[in-house]
C-alpha cells in the first residue's frame, strides 16, 4: 500500500520559516524523482519544486526559488521542503507527490501527470 504522509505544517507569521516532511512507503521511493504541490482555497493546485531521483538535481518555480529549497534523504524515505521567508501568499495545503513514470523529467510538472498524492498539511502564514 502506497503512503506519503506529510506533516510539519502549521502557523506561522510572516517572515517566518517552516521545514514540511513526507514520508513515503509502499513503493520504490529512491527510483522516483520526487515533488511538492500546493493548493490555496478557491485555486487550482500548483507545481512548487521537484527533486531527482538521488538528490542531483532540482528545480523550483520562480515563486519560491530563492525562498523554498527541496531535498530527500532515500534512506529514510522521506521528501522535505524547507520554507523561508514564507508570506501570506503562501497559506495553502501543501502536497508531496510522485509521478506516473519514473522517467519524469525534473519539473515543471502538471497533477495530472502524478501518480501518488500525499494527504497534503495545511500552511497558514498570518500577517
Known amino acids: 500500500q502506497v503512503q506519503l504522509v506529510e506533516s510539519g505544517g502549521g502557523l506561522v507569521q510572516a517572515g517566518g520559516s517552516l521545514r514540511l516532511s513526507c514520508a513515503a512507503s509502499?513503493?520504490?521511493?529512491?527510483?522516483?524523482?520526487m515533488g511538492w504541490f500546493r493548493q490555496a482555497p478557491g485555486k487550482e493546485r500548483e507545481f512548487l519544486a521537484a527533486?531527482?531521483?538521488?538528490?542531483?538535481?532540482?528545480y523550483e518555480t520562480d515563486a519560491v526559488q530563492g525562498r523554498f529549497t527541496i531535498s530527500r534523504d532515500n534512506a529514510k524515505s522521506s521528501l522535505y521542503l524547507q520554507m523561508n521567508s514564507l508570506k501570506p501568499e503562501d497559506t495553502a495545503v501543501y502536497y508531496c507527490?510522485?509521478?506516473?513514470?519514473?522517467?519524469?523529467?525534473?519539473?515543471?510538472?502538471?497533477?495530472?501527470?502524478?501518480?501518488?498524492w500525499g494527504q497534503g498539511t495545511q500552511v497558514t502564514v498570518s500577517s
Open positions: 527533486i531527482s531521483f538521488n538528490g542531483g538535481r532540482s
Open positions: 507527490a510522485a509521478p506516473d513514470s519514473i522517467f519524469q523529467d525534473v519539473g515543471p510538472w502538471h497533477p495530472q501527470a502524478m501518480r501518488y
Open positions: 509502499g513503493f520504490s521511493f529512491l527510483s522516483y524523482n
